[in-house]
Structures are given as structure tokens and as C-alpha cells.
């Protein structure tokens, strides 16, 4: 099938904006689906005035085409090394194999409930769709891209056979600069790492977070990650999420536990993981793989 395709181009409405004009244009008490034109974890509008990064920022993303699987190139090591010589021949990715692989896509799915009466409050469902509802799709899309989808689909970047997985007993600033070296002898780059908050600014407070900033890597801090792991490598060249452009909400009538209405989000998404080895989790005590 066509590994590469083409999303379709937002209208300038906003997912909330969307949503509002399919259940006015609904019958009474009638349930509604209605496509998105914009993948619902990006199109948080805070995303835009304060620089919290999810997951997804780290990674490349390409448009395929909708299905059930997407192609992708991995690139396995045909034999373990880990430390780079001084020419071509002696680094670990003269080892590399490429080949064609099929990631499969999977519908990530929220459903939040409504507010009584929250229908009849148009600017007050806009913004609750775009504020609200959104954000939760991007904190179960951290879930997915760390740990996988629960129908195995995707995998989680935590769980990918092939990362490297470290201990360190270290001060945090020199257990996380010793290994973004590590990240680079497998011929990457070490240009991001995901943190839980209480890291995050651990970092900040270390004044750990600037220096990382200014060498070009990117944290992204989310809830989804244990307080006593890091993960850090080079996303962009790691692996690509993969998005067919397929994003919708739902209103189901009366379908919450208690009766009240209910918006299920879901958007589609698979996950093409190139060079699994570019990646390190860094864990604190034990000894080393």
C-alpha cells in the first residue's frame, strides 16, 4: 500500500468551532460525529504561548496514507557495538541494515463528560473542546507514544527492543551530559529528552535546563514518564509518528456513567521507529545492562 499520503488543509476553524457547527446543524437529541481537519493532541491553542513540549515535538512527523499499516525504513545492527572507532568502518552504524517495515495505526480515543447544559453555551463548549478535551488528548498520546496503544499497534519508545538502558547513581546533571554522549556514538545526535515535572524543574533549579538549551536539546515534561527515568537520544532521526489525518469528535447523548452527554476525541496515529538504538533510558541505581 502507499506508505506516503497527503493530510487535508485546515479550514482556519478551530476543532471547538468545528464541533459547535456539527451539533447545531444536528437534530434535537441526535448523536454526532464530525471530521477534524487538524490532528487534535497538536491543535492545543496553549501550545502556542508557553513552551511545555509534548512528546510529539520531538519527534519527525509525515502524512501517510489511511489504513491499516504505513511504511517505514528500520534500520537494525547486524552486531552490537556501541563505541565508534575513528573511521567509517569502526562505527557502529557501518553495521546498520536497512529494511522495509509496516507500522500499524491506531485510533487513540478520550471521552470526557458534558457539563449540564453545556449545549446551550456556545462559547462556553468552544472553548471547552478546545481547552479542555484537547489538552486530554495530548496526555493520553504521551501515554501512547512512551508505553504503546493497549492494542499493541504502537509501540512505546520505553518499550522498543533494541534502546539502550543505563543506571547511574550520579548528580543529575552528570548522569544525563555523560549519557547524551552515549547517544552519539551510535551516529546521532542527542537533540531531545523526556522528564517527569519533578525533573523538569530539578533542572531549572540546577540551571541544567538552560545549558541544555543553548547545546540544542529539547525536554519535553510530561506525567506519563516515572520520576526516576529519563529518556534521551535523538528523537528526530530515532523514529517518525505517523499521522493518516484522521481526527474526529463525537457527542454520544445521555452515554456518561450518570446519564449525561459525553465527547469522545479520537484521532489516528502509528508510530515508525527507524533506529531504536539512538535511544537511552536512564534509570537511577542498579548496575548497567
Not at 539502550?164 to 544525563?176: F, G, I, K, T, W
Request: hydrophobic share 40%.
Amino acid at each position: 500500500m502507499p506508505d506516503v499520503g497527503v493530510t487535508e488543509q485546515s479550514t482556519g476553524a478551530t476543532p471547538g468551532e468545528q464541533f459547535l457547527a456539527a451539533v447545531r446543524a444536528a437534530g434535537e437529541g441526535e448523536d454526532v460525529t464530525v471530521a477534524i481537519d487538524a490532528h487534535l493532541p497538536g491543535a492545543f491553542p496553549l501550545f502556542a504561548t508557553r513552551p511545555r513540549y509534548p512528546v510529539r515535538h520531538l519527534l519527525n512527523t509525515m502524512p501517510v496514507d489511511d489504513g491499516e499499516s504505513a511504511a517505514y525504513i528500520h534500520e537494525p545492527s547486524a552486531q552490537r557495538r556501541e563505541e565508534s572507532g575513528t573511521t567509517y568502518a569502526a562505527t557502529p552504524e557501518a553495521t546498520f541494515l536497512p529494511e522495509l517495515q509496516e507500522a500499524q495505526l491506531s485510533d487513540l480515543t478520550v471521552s470526557v463528560s458534558l457539563p449540564a447544559t453545556l449545549l446551550q453555551r456556545p462559547r462556553l463548549l468552544t472553548a471547552f473542546i478546545d481547552r479542555r478535551v484537547l489538552v486530554r488528548t495530548t496526555t493520553m498520546e504521551n501515554q501512547v507514544l512512551l508505553h504503546g496503544s493497549e492494542d499493541g499497534k504502537v509501540p512505546g519508545l520505553l518499550t522498543l527492543e533494541g534502546r539502550r538502558r543505563r543506571s547511574s547513581n550520579r548528580d543529575l546533571d552528570e548522569a544525563v551530559t555523560t549519557l547524551a554522549f552515549e547517544v552519539e556514538e551510535t551516529g546521532g545526535s542527542c537533540d531531545g529528552m523526556v522528564v517527569h515535572p519533578a525533573v523538569y524543574w530539578e533542572m531549572v533549579r540546577q540551571g541544567l535546563l538552560g545549558r541544555l538549551q543553548v547545546a540544542g536539546v529539547v525536554v519535553s515534561r510530561t506525567r506519563m514518564i516515572a520520576r526516576d527515568t529519563v529518556l534521551l537520544g535523538d528523537f528526530q532521526a530515532a523514529a517518525t509518528l505517523l499521522l493518516p489525518g484522521v481526527n474526529t469528535l463525537s457527542l454520544r447523548r445521555g452515554a456518561g456513567a450518570s446519564g449525561e452527554d459525553v465527547v469522545v476525541a479520537s484521532t489516528r496515529l502509528g508510530l515508525g521507529v527507524h533506529l531504536p538504538q539512538h535511544l537511552i533510558e536512564l534509570s537511577w541505581g542498579g548496575s548497567d545492562d
